[in-house]
């Protein structure tokens, strides 16, 4: 990431992940051990955020670098929406990952186990 546009929007995709996961700036800046303005900046595309901070916001987003950074490109069509399939059910429980898992099962017509 070198031209402003892109801090732009990388400070879009951070802020909009942020709200997403119900963070303040304030809890993000505790986390980050930074100030709640240098937050603020970072997501006006006014500071640069360095690649550990951006890996740690990602890990704290349960999503990856190349999704906050928008580089996509080497995941699409299919493996794309496995992996935010995957990342979706993350934080289900056991039981309704099991749910998800027979669902998945019906759609693709495979038989249910100790069912024939």
Known sequence: ???????EELGR??????KYRGYSQEEIADYLNASRSYIALVENGQKKI????????ADLYNTTTDEL????EAK??????????????????????????RFAKFLKGWPSEGRE
Do not use: F
């Open 76 to 101: 699409t069509g299919e493996n794309r929406q496995i992996d935010l399939l995957a990342r979706a059910s993350q934080d289900l429980a056991d039981e309704d990952k099991e749910e998800v898992l």
């Open 1 to 7: 990431m070198t031209q402003d546009g892109d801090w």
């Open 13 to 18: 995709q951070l802020r909009k992940a942020r």
């Open 50 to 57: 360095d690649s550990d901070q951006l890996q740690s916001l």
């Open 69 to 72: 950074t928008g580089d996509l």
